[in-house]
């Protein structure tokens, strides 16, 4: 099967940079995908790293590193609207689609 | 473009009683998913639906079944709702898998 660990709270300042790391155990790893979910709110997407290395989007980027089965989501100037919900997922071949499996999620709170 | 909708938004049951979770996508998705959150954790799949015609079961397929319609719509049914269904229930879609677009939720409480 798969597991995966993230932290569970994160607290941060307005302005500042987070990391949140997730680190993974799975079979026939294929990638790591981000998901930001706000309160009440429905998952929406941030990001895929199919390979090792950085991907950048704006003020957030997500680094995997497929020998350590590790990967960080970073958020750059932060903003009060970042606070939310952060969860990793796995995209693994066990099954016939292309199947996810998150992680518990991590609650990132920015402060004023 | 609507993306993903579901239906209800919200439901109460009693225990014992059915009923049928409704989701459709407009964005011509070949795969749906459907998942259920339970407070402090992440989502975790029920049923799976790799294209039109086809379903597969998820990591919590218990006591729920699934109808693939058409390439647009994939519902989620439960037969005899028990209080462990009380759930946010999300369905998606997705045309790679990568990227998973997600409905408003529907939010079950049985009692």
């Known amino acids: 099967g798969q597991s995966l660990e993230q932290p569970s709270e994160v607290t941060a300042v307005e302005g500042a940079i987070v990391q949140i790391n997730c680190t993974y155990q799975t079979s026939g790893f294929y990638g790591l995908s981000w998901y930001q979910q706000h309160d009440g709110g429905a998952p929406t997407f941030l990001s895929y790293?199919?390979?090792?290395g950085l991907e950048e989007t704006g003020r957030f980027s997500s680094f995997l590193s497929r020998s350590d089965s590790y990967g960080y989501l970073l958020l750059q100037e932060l903003q009060m609207k970042d606070s939310a919900s952060y969860f990793c997922a796995v995209r693994s071949s066990s099954g016939s689609a292309r199947q996810l499996t998150f992680g518990s999620g991590t609650q990132l709170t920015v402060l004023p | 473009n609507a993306g993903v909708t579901q239906t209800p938004k919200f439901q109460v049951l009693k225990t014992g009683q059915s009923m049928t979770l409704q989701c459709a996508q407009d964005m011509n998705h070949n795969s749906m998913y459907w998942y259920r959150q339970d407070p402090g954790m992440g989502l975790r799949l029920i049923y799976y639906?790799?294209?039109?015609?086809?379903?597969d079961k998820g990591e919590v397929p218990n006591g729920y079944n699934v109808s693939r319609l058409n390439k647009r719509e994939f519902s989620l049914r439960l037969e005899s709702a028990a209080p462990s269904q009380t759930s946010v229930y999300f369905c998606a879609s997705s045309l790679q898998g990568d990227e998973q677009y997600f409905g408003p939720g529907t939010r079950l409480t049985v009692t």
């Open positions: 790293n199919g390979l090792d």
């Open positions: 639906s790799a294209s039109e015609g086809t379903t």
